[in-house]
T-cell receptor, first 114, second 115 residues
Framework: SAVISQKPSRDICQRGTSLTIQCQVD?????MFWYRQQPGQSLTLIAT?????????ESGFVIDKFPISRPNLTFSTLTVSNMSPEDSSIYLC???????????FGPGTRLTVT | AQSVSQHNHHVILSEAASLELGCNYS??????LFWYVQYPGQHLQLLLK??????LVKGIKGFEAEFIKSKFSFNLRKPSVQWSDTAEYFC?????????????FGKGTHLIIQP
């Protein structure tokens, strides 16, 4: 399995501002993913981030709102831009490691937008 | 697009009771199936997974799940639950036939075990 850390663990932000969330993995992984878990809801995939290529966004998510960087095989960032209260969620980083389709999750970043 | 349905959003059981949490998915192709657990204050952990082979898979902490292809189901079971099993349980599916790389999750089941 992979050990994943995220920074910050939580934050309270004002509407209109942006927050960058960092994800660090203890081993090199090809595929990294960003998910959102809105209050009382399940996890929804935002995008897939592969090193050396542009992130692939799921329906309903766009690069201007959620820009992603993937500078190397152990690190990625997700920025939540021009935030509104509807962006209040837990944002989770996930990686594929070991067996082909096994995914592991970070502890999440709890974001509250006021 | 795939969808995953978890039939019970809240389940309350007494210790030593048997547990079965339902999970159905919509995709008709080849899939990989997962159950994740999120204990209070902790992050998601993989309980068990099914890729191929024996449809009855065993995971950590005494959990098992059975893949029934004809029913598009992957129900989670445990013969005798403990207070420490109180958690949120998520079923997830991935198209293993070259579709989307991420997982599609169900809405989760909040399980409470009463001492």
């Amino acid at each position: 399995s992979a050990v994943i850390s995220q920074k910050p663990s939580r934050d309270i932000c004002q509407r209109g501002t942006s927050l960058t969330i960092q994800c660090q993995v203890d081993s090199q992984v090809t595929m990294m993913f960003w998910y959102r878990q809105q209050p009382g809801q399940s996890l929804t995939l935002i995008a897939t981030a592969n090193q050396g290529s542009e992130a692939t966004y799921e329906s309903g998510f766009v690069i201007d709102k959620f820009p992603i960087s993937r500078p190397n095989l152990t690190f990625s960032t997700l920025t939540v831009s021009n935030m509104s209260p509807e962006d209040s969620s837990i944002y989770l980083c996930s990686v594929r490691s070991g067996s082909a389709n096994e995914q592991y999750f970070g502890p999440g970043t709890r974001l509250t937008v006021t | 697009a795939q969808s995953v349905s978890q039939h019970n959003h809240h389940v309350i059981l007494s210790e030593a009771a048997s547990l079965e949490l339902g999970c159905n998915y919509s995709y008709g192709g080849t899939v990989n199936l997962f159950w994740y657990v999120q204990y209070p204050g902790q992050h998601l952990q993989l309980l068990l997974k099914y890729f191929s082979g024996d449809p009855l898979v065993k995971g950590i902490k005494g959990f098992e799940a059975e893949f029934i292809k004809s029913k598009f189901s992957f129900n989670l079971r445990k013969p005798s639950v403990q207070w420490s099993d109180t958690a949120e349980y998520f079923c997830a599916v991935k198209d293993s036939g070259g579709g989307a790389d991420g997982l599609t999750f169900g809405k989760g089941t909040h399980l409470i075990i009463q001492p």
